[in-house]
């Protein structure tokens, strides 16, 4: 492989909008539209074909992928039929397991969110997240603009109970075992109080317990230090709220945490408000293609550097193959009467593939019913201890 070439796909590889590469191998299944195969614990998975920057044929090929790699898997896909149709019917893994949803009207990214939530009812993006509404798929997967899939999911699909602020959690390579940690929230609201941050706290270990398979995740608060009396009012009271519930809700507490700690072994679970969180987010992106830029530039100085760069192309094969997006795309919106996994715009095959992996894995576990029953469990205990049952928070 040329220098350059392998370069460049060091350089693309940003690495932290990504969740693990979830492909599993599933059980036997029959046709779409055998009603019978319910009772054999088919996951129906709905997929909003449109809206991605590389157009449908991308997403058919993905899912294409995940239907061979599982099974038991089927789909709802949600776009224009005539165009779908001949899309599907040249991917033999799909035949009798992808019903195909008309919507002839696409949400583009440079759409308004408010626009798309006015005009949008004929969109596949709407559609597909109407199908988890009624019940017909258990997960929802879209490559689409994200302040409009955020702000369809949360009317569409309505909030959990007790929660005011729904979050986006995104895995960030870090020296733990599981080589991620899951941060949340990372953009969906720039705003979070104390009770918010409580609740960030327990569905991000349910998402580290069910997607990392962590049986008892390592909670951080993200602040300026890690002494108790540094930071904002709402962060020393989300410390004692968070920690008070440690137990009941099954996770670990370690206090508060700095920003290199994101990529550290601390802690599995990172907690801090929208603002900060998509902050941190694109501040790592940056860095990281700066240093990609400057190894490069380093590795062509001169012909024995270019060696160099020669002699190390397996360890950069290796590197790329660990921090690669593709394999490990998807971050999670929580907080909703339903699961949805936001793919890359850009995704390609491999990275659709395996944000529908995702998707898969977490259906498996039944995250959306594990995470309703934690928050109500946290909720409730908030109430009794301030004397204020009944009352939302």
């Known amino acids: 492989m040329p220098i350059g070439k392998s370069w460049q796909l060091l350089t693309k590889s940003i690495w932290t909008k990504t969740q693990p590469d979830f492909s599993v191998t599933g059980t036997g299944m029959k046709p779409l539209g055998d009603q019978s195969n319910q009772s054999l614990g088919r996951i129906v998975i709905s997929v909003d074909a449109m809206g991605g920057d590389r157009g449908p044929a991308t997403v058919v090929a993905g899912i294409a992928r995940s239907a061979k790699e599982n099974p038991g898997i089927a789909f709802l896909l949600h776009g224009p039929k005539d165009e779908l149709e001949k899309l599907v019917s040249k991917r033999p ?3 009798g397991r992808c019903e195909i949803r008309d919507a002839s009207d696409v949400v583009h990214m ?7 939530m006015r005009h949008g009812q004929d969109t596949s993006m709407w559609s597909a997240l109407d199908a988890v509404r009624n019940g017909e798929a258990t997960v929802c997967v879209s490559c689409g603009n994200t302040g409009a899939l955020m702000l369809l999911s949360m009317v569409r699909l309505r909030k959990l109970p007790g ?3 729904p979050a986006i959690a995104v895995l960030w390579p870090s020296r733990n075992p599981q080589g991620f940690n899951v941060m949340l929230d990372v953009g969906a609201d720039i705003r979070a109080d104390e009770q918010d941050l409580l609740r960030y706290a327990v569905m991000g270990a349910s998402y580290a317990r069910n ?3 962590i049986a008892r995740p390592r909670i951080g608060l993200l602040n300026v230090g890690t002494e108790e009396h540094k930071g904002r009012a709402e962060l020393k009271a989300a410390h004692d709220l968070i920690a008070a519930h440690s137990d009941k809700a099954a996770y670990d507490f370690v206090g508060f945490v700095e920003g290199g700690d994101i990529p550290g072994n601390r802690c599995d679970v990172i907690i801090t408000d ?4 998509n902050i941190a987010l694109k501040t790592g992106e940056g860095t990281a293609s700066l240093i990609g830029d400057l190894l490069k530039e380093a590795f062509a100085f001169s ?3 270019k060696f160099a760069a020669l002699l190390a192309l397996g360890s950069l094969s290796r590197l790329k193959k660990r921090i690669d997006p593709r394999r490990v795309n998807g971050g999670v919106f929580l907080g909703l009467n339903g699961t949805v996994v936001k793919s890359h715009g ?3 095959e491999t990275g659709v593939a395996a944000a529908v992996g995702l998707a898969f894995r977490l259906a498996q576990n039944d995250f959306s019913d594990k995470i309703a029953a934690r928050l109500a469990l946290a909720t409730a205990q908030i109430e009794a201890e301030a004397g204020t049952e009944g009352q939302t928070l």
Do not use: C, M, N, Y
């Open 211 to 213: 997607g990392l398979s």
């Open 303 to 305: 012909l024995l550097s």
């Open 163 to 165: 929660v005011i602020r």
């Open 110 to 116: 440079e759409d308004k969110p408010s626009h798309v």
């Open 93 to 95: 893994h799909l035949q």
């Open 274 to 277: 929208g603002f900060t969180g």
């Open 346 to 348: 850009s995704a390609d």
